[in-house]
T-cell receptor, first 115, second 113 residues
Framework: NAGVTQTPKFQVLKTGQSMTLQCAQD?????MSWYRQDPGMGLRLIHY???????DQGEVPNGYNVSRSTTEDFPLRLLSAAPSQTSVYFC??????????????FGAGSRLTVL | AQSVTQPDIHITVSEGASLELRCNYS??????LFWYVQSPGQGLQLLLK??????LVQGIKGFEAEFKRSQSSFNLRKPSVHWSDAAEYFC???????????FGTGTRLQVFP
């Protein structure tokens, strides 16, 4: 029972490099989302998905791409990393039924540093 | 638009003292409200949630919260704090038609022995 698995846990990039943060869940959850956490700003929603093939933007989507080809996976792509994307990233999922009344399960986080 | 305000950035209490963390929300309809806790270097763990019904909800680790619609508040309380409660606490509101959550900026709790 792995829950929500994020990889890598730590990553250092140079400005302009690209990378993908992986997120996988084994709970057959329909809803998945990505948040970033920055000091003094709480968690801000980047992108979310209500099911395979469906994605939408959150509060801070610029500089990030997502896709949802399977129910289990929801990768977050940084096409050209910038220092402003230095943050801790959290993936979260929920069953998505009775929309809004479900509890999110969070991954352990991925700490990204962009130099 | 939905929003959550946690007015206290940092709170320090002595072990055994009572605790109240404040949370105010802005939402046009009946909100879904949550409190999460984050220990250093860890992910977020759900403490408790309010969907409907009894406005006083009990959570894990001895925490409780009270929903007050008239004050748009959902304050978290614990009668006697333990050193292991030192962490960051986040209040969140459900954004309605999906499981999107809007989080507050968090309150860091420090516990002195």
């Amino acid at each position: 029972n792995a829950g929500v698995t994020q990889t890598p846990k730590f990553q250092v990039l140079k400005t302009g490099q690209s990378m993908t943060l992986q997120c996988a869940q084994d709970m057959n959850h329909e809803y998945m989302s990505w948040y970033r956490q920055d000091p003094g700003m709480g968690l801000r929603l980047i992108h979310y998905s209500v099911g395979a093939g469906i994605t939408d933007q959150g509060e801070v989507p610029n500089g990030y791409n997502v896709s949802r080809s399977t129910t289990e996976d929801f990768p977050l792509r940084l096409l050209s990393a910038a220092p402003s994307q230095t943050s801790v990233y959290f993936c979260a999922s929920s069953s998505g039924t009775s929309s809004g009344a479900n509890v999110l399960t969070f991954g352990a986080g991925s700490r990204l540093t962009v130099l | 638009a939905q929003s959550v305000t946690q007015p206290d950035i940092h709170i320090t209490v002595s072990e055994g003292a009572s605790l109240e963390l404040r949370c105010n929300y802005s939402y046009g309809a009946t909100p879904y409200l949550f409190w999460y806790v984050q220990s250093p270097g860890q992910g977020l763990q759900l403490l408790l949630k309010y969907f409907s019904g009894d406005t006083l909800v009990q959570g894990i680790k001895g925490f409780e919260a009270e929903f007050k619609r008239s004050q748009s508040s959902f304050n978290l309380r614990k009668p006697s704090v333990h050193w292991s409660d030192a962490a960051e606490y986040f209040c969140a509101v459900g954004a309605g038609d999906t499981d999107k959550l809007i989080f507050g900026t968090g309150t860091r709790l420090q516990v002195f022995p």
